[in-house]
């Protein structure tokens, strides 16, 4: 974050709100490097004792062929076998491990940019080193884990994503009621930016305008009158107008959506917005704490970050 005056995006994690809660169930910072997996399936094998949490879009987790609940904190012992199935619905899921996973960086970040042809991709046979604290030895005689049953989210084929109202929704003839009716996800879609096509807009002016800056989840619409929603990945600038900018929640979700998927969009005000994100960030916070208090029952404290979520809730 911050370095837009250099040219460089903000990047990472297309659903923030799902590798946050990855890391926060470990005891790590928000922003400690995990693993994202999209649209496909994880298998690898466990040479230390680990503590990690699987979260977004898959359900369920297979240890040694034992399966578990995601969205929860678990133990995986030395020599043990860890598979993450492929999800049916949505399409990005976070592993995180408890410590720090030792990969390249950039300006002290690991998230992958493909404008900066930096990142590093898990390949067959890889190995990754982690530094941490934890082994089964702080597990005692009693092997069973807290359950902290934080609510997995559902994606669904169809999804609404509220925003609030762009600098140029006068371009639309209509306004905002022009962006009423369903959008559908192309497959011309990655982490820079999700194409959207289904309904014929109506321009008062076609064509691009001054290129300038761009928030992420700015909704653009391009002379064709196609939709364009910029994710992480966004250049930091264009010149396609923008009529609508996703809230940050929608950003999460609409970084689940494959193509297919039917979208349809609720303009909201700022107020809203503001009060979606405050209630969540209180969701996670009151979960940190809940984390913090549990492993300082198994005498974990040493396991959590001194920058983990407890500790500025």
């Known amino acids: 974050m911050g370095l837009a005056d250099i040219g460089i995006s903000a ?10 809660l990855a890391n926060t169930l470990v005891g790590n910072a928000d922003g400690a490097a995990l693993i994202e997996i999209i649209a496909s399936e994880l298998m690898f094998t466990a040479h230390s004792d680990l503590l990690i949490a699987i979260t977004g879009a898959a359900k369920t987790v297979e240890i040694n062929s034992i399966s578990h609940n995601t969205h929860e904190t678990l133990v995986v012992l030395s020599g043990s076998t860890v598979f993450i199935p492929a999800p049916k619905s949505g399409q990005r899921t976070y592993l995180a491990i408890n410590g720090r996973i030792q990969a390249p960086a950039i300006l ?31 597990m005692g005689s009693d092997f069973s884990l807290f359950r902290f ?8 084929s169809e999804i609404r994503l509220r925003a609030t109202v762009g600098p140029d929704v006068d371009r639309l003839r209509s306004g905002v009621a022009g962006l009423a009716g369903q959008f559908t996800v192309l497959p011309q879609s990655d982490h820079v930016g999700m194409r959207l096509s289904g309904v014929e807009l109506d321009l008062v002016v076609a064509g691009e305008i001054l290129s300038r800056g761009v928030p992420i989840g700015a909704i653009e619409i391009t002379p064709s009158g196609e939709l364009i929603i910029l994710l992480r990945g966004r250049l930091l600038t264009a010149g396609y107008p923008v009529v609508a900018v996703l809230t940050r929640s929608a950003i999460d979700q609409a970084s689940q959506a494959t193509p297919g998927t039917k979208i349809s969009l ?48």
């Not at 940019?113 to 604290?133: C, P």
């Not at 492993?295 to 959590?304: A, E, I, V």
Request: charged residues 25%.
């Open 11 to 20: 990047n990472g994690a297309g659903d923030q709100s799902s590798a946050r």
């Open 108 to 138: 002290g970040s690991v998230g992958p940019d493909s404008l900066l042809d930096f990142g590093q991709r898990l390949v067959s046979g890889m190995k990754l080193e982690i530094e941490t604290q934890f082994d089964a030895g702080l």
């Open 149 to 156: 049953n934080f609510p997995a989210p559902n994606y669904s």
């Open 266 to 313: 609720e303009v909201v005000s700022m107020e809203v917005a503001r009060r979606e994100l405050a209630e969540k960030e209180e969701a996670l916070g009151k979960l940190s704490l809940r984390v913090a208090q549990a492993f300082g029952t198994r005498g974990w404290n040493q396991l959590l970050s001194p920058d983990h979520a407890s500790f500025s809730y």
